[in-house]
């Protein structure tokens, strides 16, 4: 018998749980996790390069601590999307928004304290919650995944949550969540204790309607945490940031870890927003080709749940992860969240799209 995780000391809370662990396997067609489908441009990727090149002669360095320039530029970009002026103090930046809802979790959150998100969601809310020691409160939502207001409000009023997490579009559904549920779900939260609202904006540009940024105003409990892994196709940079009153940014300092974003990072970051409009021009192609697949799935006769990010949520099957299989077995990677009788796709190219709506085609016509 070999020595495994059992036979180490770990935090009882870990023991038997699985790690995050979307498939990386080497198919034609990988439309599995919200990844943008085009690279960087190649001027981009020459920014890229003289600008790592000029920080890599300061690496004997610590870097900026406090990411002071990238952290103006996000906030500029926020503003100029939104309308909804964000500046400097307002914005805090991470390593991936995971690494954000970590330092979140970690600062309010953590032992005896808890968190709510309404199920199904984005799977690491609840395990960034474990990790940090954070109970975990699974909310409900309708059966066509909107979230239950009622139901949500009384869970909030019921277990008094410290943190709940609110994510527009939901992942895996695609499901926006309208601006009065966020509004009233942050209304019970500081009823009930009163508790951070996190609104997970990470697929946001792909929405038909606007960012809930404009809610930050006079509500300094509720943070807004975004992404540059999706709409600017960056997701190997690994950079996500929120938006918060000034307090928040203050508060997650507390648990940041000192120079944790690196200069390598903070370099790359810049160069990819001097060309924001380059990378964002994707996005209306993406909507389209979401859109599009919606389209064709439905006749084909799935169903589909309504989607304002880059996928699609469609079913609905006895037997999700056989036909995960199947669609696999045609050379393309699609994604079983484990949600009963449904399957996610990302929006890839035009040629992307065409492999998948070829491969459930062929699926369709097999089964007669
Ligand atoms: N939030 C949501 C809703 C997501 O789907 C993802 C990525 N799948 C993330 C956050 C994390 O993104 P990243 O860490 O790459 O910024």
Request: glycine fraction near 8%; proline fraction near 6%.
């Amino acid at each position: 018998m070999s020595f495994g995780i059992d036979d180490l000391p770990v935090r009882d809370e870990l023991r038997g749980k699985s790690p995050y662990g979307a498939p990386q396997l080497d198919v034609p067609v990988r439309l599995n996790t919200n990844e943008n489908p085009y690279p960087l441009p190649e001027p981009l990727v020459e920014r890229i390069a003289e600008r790592v090149r000029e920080a890599a002669r300061d690496l004997n360095r610590y870097p900026d601590r406090d990411a002071v320039e990238l952290r103006t530029r996000l906030a500029e970009y926020l503003t100029d999307t939104s309308g909804h002026e964000v500046g400097l103090a307002n914005v805090w930046a991470a390593n991936g928004s995971n690494e954000v809802i970590q330092q979140l979790l970690q600062t309010f959150g953590g032992p005896g304290r808890t968190a709510i998100g309404f199920e199904p969601s984005y799977s690491m809310h609840g395990l960034i919650a474990r990790g940090t020691g954070t109970g975990w409160i699974s909310g409900p939502r309708h059966e066509d995944f909107t979230i239950d207001l009622a139901a949500a409000e009384k869970a909030i009023a019921e277990n008094r949550p410290d943190v709940v997490f609110v994510t527009t579009p939901n992942n895996p559904t695609g499901t926006a969540v309208p601006a009065e549920t966020v509004l009233a779900l942050y209304e019970a939260a500081q009823a009930a204790k009163p508790s951070m609202v996190i609104v997970d904006e990470a697929y946001i540009e792909f929405s038909h309607g606007d960012s809930l940024l404009p809610l930050l105003e006079g509500r300094p409990n509720l943070v807004v945490s975004r992404t540059m892994s999706k709409a600017f196709g960056a997701a190997g940079l690994r950079l996500g940031y929120l938006a918060a009153h000034p307090a928040v940014v203050d508060a997650v300092q507390l648990v940041r870890l000192p120079y944790h974003l690196s200069a390598v990072t903070q370099a790359t970051a810049l160069a990819a927003l001097e060309h924001t409009d380059t990378l964002l021009k994707y996005v209306e192609q993406l909507k389209t080709e979401r859109d599009r697949l919606v389209s064709e799935l439905l006749a084909l006769g799935y169903e589909v749940t309504a989607s304002d990010a880059n996928f699609v949520q469609f079913g609905r099957f006895d037997d999700a992860h056989a036909v995960w299989q199947q669609i696999l077995d045609r050379g393309v990677l699609v994604r079983d969240n484990g949600v009963p009788g449904w399957l996610r796709v990302t929006a890839g190219t035009p040629e992307e799209n065409d492999a998948f709506l070829d491969a459930v085609r062929d699926i369709k016509k097999e089964q007669g």
